[in-house]
C-alpha cells in the first residue's frame, strides 16, 4: 500500500513538471514569434507609429529700428599765451575733419585779443575734433556740450509731409474730372495751398537734417593782455586858459547873431506892447 502511494506521487511531480516545462517552451515561442513579426512590420508602418514633431516656436514679430535724429552742440573756451599758435591748430583741426567755419571774428581790446570761431563738422567727427581741441595747447576756462534728441519731430514731419503728398494726389485726380469753371478754381485753390505746406515742410525737414548731420561748436580762443592805465594827457594852463576865451566870445557872438537872427519877432512884440499901452491910457482917460 505504502508502495502504491509512493509511485502515484512520483507520476504526479513528473507530469507537473512536464506541464510547466511544455508552458515555458510555448511562452517562448510566443515571444519569438511575437519579435520576428515585429521585425517584420514595413518601415512606412514603423514611422506611422512614431509620435508627431513638436509644432515650431511663434515667429518673432521684427520691428523697424529707428534711427534717433540727435543734435549735438558745444561751446569751449580756451585761454592761450601763444594765439596765432592755436588759431593754426585750430584751423587744421576744421580742415581734418571736414568741417568748415560759419563765422569768424578777431576782437582786440584793451584787455584781450580774442577769435570766436563757430565751427561746423559732420556729426560723426565732432567729439573727435573736441578731444583734440582740448588736448591742445592753452588753458580750458569753461565747457558745454548739449544733445537735443529730435527724432520725433522727424516722425511727426514726415508722416504730415506724406499725407500732404497724398491729397495732393487726390486734389490732382479731381481737378482732372472737375467740369466747371468754379469746382476748378475752387480745387486749384487748395492745391496752391498744400504745396505751399509741403514747401514749408520739406525746408523744414531739410533744416533739421542739416542740425543732425552737422554738429555745431562756438569756440573762443583768447589772450589776457596786461591792462596800464594811461590818463588823459592835457594842455598847460596859457593853452588852456587861450582855449576858454576863444570859446567864451565864439559863445557871445553866437548870442548876438541869434539876437539879430530873430528881429522879426522883436518887431511882433514891440507892437504888442504899443498897443496895450494905448489901449490901457485910453482906459485911463474915460475914467
Given at each position: 500500500?505504502?508502495?502504491?502511494?509512493?509511485?502515484?506521487?512520483?507520476?504526479?511531480?513528473?507530469?507537473?513538471?512536464s506541464?510547466?516545462?511544455?508552458?515555458s517552451?510555448?511562452?517562448?515561442?510566443?515571444?519569438?514569434?511575437?519579435?520576428?513579426?515585429?521585425?517584420?512590420?514595413?518601415?512606412?508602418?514603423?514611422?506611422?507609429?512614431?509620435?508627431?514633431?513638436?509644432?515650431?516656436?511663434?515667429?518673432?514679430?521684427?520691428?523697424?529700428?529707428i534711427?534717433?535724429?540727435?543734435?549735438?552742440?558745444?561751446?569751449?573756451?580756451?585761454?592761450?599765451?601763444?594765439?596765432?599758435?592755436?588759431?593754426?591748430?585750430?584751423?587744421?583741426?576744421?580742415?581734418?575733419?571736414?568741417?568748415?567755419?560759419?563765422?569768424?571774428?578777431?576782437?582786440n581790446?584793451?584787455?584781450?585779443?580774442s577769435?570766436?570761431?563757430?565751427?561746423?563738422?559732420?556729426?560723426?567727427?565732432?567729439?573727435?575734433?573736441?578731444?583734440?581741441?582740448?588736448?591742445?595747447?592753452?588753458?580750458?576756462?569753461?565747457?558745454?556740450?548739449?544733445a537735443?534728441?529730435?527724432t520725433?519731430?522727424?516722425?511727426?514731419?514726415?508722416?504730415?509731409?506724406?499725407?500732404?503728398?497724398?491729397?495732393?494726389?487726390?486734389?490732382?485726380?479731381?481737378?482732372?474730372?472737375?467740369?466747371?469753371?468754379?469746382?476748378?478754381?475752387?480745387?486749384?485753390e487748395?492745391?496752391?495751398?498744400?504745396?505751399?505746406?509741403?514747401?514749408?515742410?520739406?525746408?523744414?525737414?531739410?533744416?533739421?537734417?542739416?542740425?543732425?548731420?552737422?554738429?555745431?561748436?562756438?569756440?573762443?580762443?583768447?589772450?589776457?593782455?596786461?591792462?596800464?592805465?594811461?590818463?588823459?594827457?592835457?594842455?598847460?594852463?596859457?593853452?588852456?586858459?587861450?582855449?576858454?576865451?576863444?570859446?567864451?566870445w565864439?559863445?557871445?557872438?553866437?548870442?548876438?547873431?541869434?539876437?539879430i537872427?530873430?528881429w522879426?519877432?522883436?518887431?511882433?512884440?514891440?507892437?504888442?506892447?504899443?498897443?496895450?499901452?494905448k489901449i490901457?491910457?485910453?482906459?485911463t482917460?474915460?475914467?
Open positions: 500500500m505504502i508502495m502504491r502511494k509512493t509511485i502515484f506521487i512520483l507520476i504526479t511531480a513528473f507530469l507537473t513538471s506541464c510547466e516545462q511544455n508552458q517552451d510555448k511562452v517562448d515561442y510566443i515571444a519569438g514569434q511575437l519579435m520576428m513579426e515585429e521585425e517584420m512590420i514595413p518601415i512606412t508602418q514603423q514611422e506611422e507609429i512614431k509620435p508627431p514633431p513638436p509644432p515650431p516656436f511663434p515667429l518673432m514679430e521684427t520691428k523697424e529700428v534711427k534717433k535724429k540727435i543734435i549735438k552742440d558745444g561751446r569751449i573756451g580756451i585761454e592761450a599765451q601763444e594765439l596765432e599758435i592755436n588759431k593754426t591748430h585750430i584751423d587744421s583741426l576744421v580742415a581734418k575733419y571736414s568741417g568748415y567755419y560759419a563765422n569768424e571774428q578777431l576782437n581790446s584793451d584787455w584781450k585779443i577769435y570766436n570761431l563757430t565751427i561746423r563738422v559732420p556729426s560723426n567727427n565732432f567729439e573727435r575734433l573736441i578731444a583734440e581741441v582740448e588736448t591742445g595747447r592753452g588753458e580750458i576756462k569753461y565747457k558745454e556740450i548739449t537735443r534728441d529730435v520725433d519731430q522727424f516722425i511727426d514731419l514726415e508722416t504730415r509731409l506724406a499725407n500732404k503728398k497724398n491729397y495732393l494726389k487726390k486734389y490732382n485726380d479731381l481737378l482732372k474730372q472737375a467740369k466747371t469753371v468754379k469746382d476748378i478754381l475752387e480745387i486749384e487748395n492745391i496752391r495751398g498744400i504745396e505751399e505746406e509741403i514747401e514749408s515742410t520739406t525746408g523744414r525737414l531739410k533744416y533739421l537734417s542739416d542740425l543732425v548731420d552737422f554738429s555745431t561748436l562756438d569756440l573762443e580762443i583768447y589772450k589776457q593782455k596786461k591792462h596800464k592805465y594811461q590818463p588823459e594827457k592835457r594842455d598847460d594852463f596859457t593853452k588852456r586858459l587861450k582855449h576858454a576865451l576863444l570859446m567864451g565864439f559863445g557871445f557872438v553866437d548870442i548876438i547873431v541869434f539876437v537872427k530873430i522879426p519877432l522883436w518887431i511882433i512884440v514891440g507892437l504888442i506892447i504899443y498897443g496895450w499901452e490901457r491910457k485910453r482906459q482917460d474915460k475914467e
